[in-house]
């Protein structure tokens, strides 16, 4: 990690990104995955304002990303980011802003085969669940799951990396439920809102549209765990075969052969699809009903 000299937040990051690099590996080994790991070091570049941030962005992918603080790039296999030390105050350009909360990153999203995969847009802090989304995307590429200049689809690259947000807690989406996520999935399942799987499956972009951008990324992290979870086979299957292609753009209809191959259709997996999201469903009430129940369970206990 390249940063400023004394930087405050640089030992706590670390942390994190140390932690959440074994949990990448521990789910995916569990999952039957054989990964390899990097011989070189995984790099992230910390620049304390935006100026120097944009100036390299533009060097390095040729692309004005001044709409963001962060980003992982395929192409240099970097994480970039804007982390002011929250010690220090420094004037800063102001930049425009495109969107309140940390989700304005889902309406800002360029298509993969940009090689860019954006962390949030301009003015957020350096939050951990942005932490481990963004090396979520760089350890999918260094491991052997996804392979830099192939076009993937939505599903893979956002599903994968919003199942491995950690919380304020620390804790993982696999392990632990992503409320953030899951709340959102179900609000857009019972809303009717959901994208039919045939059409889910071979997208490449989000809407800039803020509301649609936050489903498509809830929709993501929850296909992705379902095929995650009970298609591991057939998502080894896939991703090798996806890999040995020439790193190309590839249209909708052989993305969709792709996926049929591998999975079946779309129309038939839709079934198992929609059941997982009722199981989802029964889990959040029943994880309401028992918070809701605590407050009453600790004054009973009080004496």
């Not at 962060?70 to 004037?91: E, H, K, M």
């Not at 019972?190 to 071979?202: C, K, W």
């Not at 993305?255 to 199981?279: I, N, Q, Y």
Request: hydrophobic fraction near 40%; glycine fraction near 8%.
């Amino acid at each position: 990690m390249f940063h400023e000299p004394g930087a405050g937040y640089v030992a706590g990051a670390c942390r994190t990104l140390e932690c959440a690099y074994e949990n990448f590996y521990d789910v995916f080994s569990q999952a039957g995955f054989d990964l390899s790991r990097s011989k070189d070091r995984l790099v992230w570049i910390c620049f304390p304002g935006k100026s120097d941030f944009n100036t390299y962005a533009l060097q390095a992918e040729g692309m004005d990303l001044s709409w963001l603080d962060g980003y992982y790039s395929t192409l240099t296999n970097r994480v970039a980011i804007v982390q002011r030390d929250q010690g220090v105050r420094r004037p800063e350009e102001a930049v425009p802003s495109r969107g309140s909360g940390s989700e304005a990153t889902v309406a800002a999203h360029r298509a993969p085969q940009d090689g860019v995969l954006a962390m949030a847009a301009a003015g957020q802090p350096f939050d951990v669940t942005r932490l481990t989304h963004e090396v979520a995307h760089q350890l999918s590429f260094n491991s052997g799951i996804q392979k830099r200049g192939m076009m993937y689809p939505l599903w893979i690259s956002e599903g994968l990396a919003t199942n491995f947000e950690f919380d304020g807690t620390g804790s993982a989406g696999l392990a632990h439920g992503n409320a953030a996520r899951c709340n959102g999935l179900l609000g857009a399942y019972a809303a009717g809102e959901l994208v039919p799987l045939r059409q889910f499956v071979v997208q490449t972009t989000v809407s800039p549209d803020l509301h649609v951008g936050r489903r498509t990324y809830a929709q993501a992290w929850g296909f992705f765990q379902f095929i995650l979870v009970e298609y591991p086979e057939s998502l080894r299957v896939y991703l090798q075969r996806v890999a040995k292609n020439y790193p190309a753009h590839r249209d909708a209809a052989t993305m969709l052969a792709e996926f049929t191959e591998a999975f079946g259709s779309p129309d038939v997996l839709d079934e198992s699809w929609k059941a997982f999201l009722v199981r989802q469903a029964q889990q959040a009430s029943a994880n309401r009903s028992i918070l809701s129940a605590l407050p009453d369970a600790g004054a009973a206990r009080t004496p």
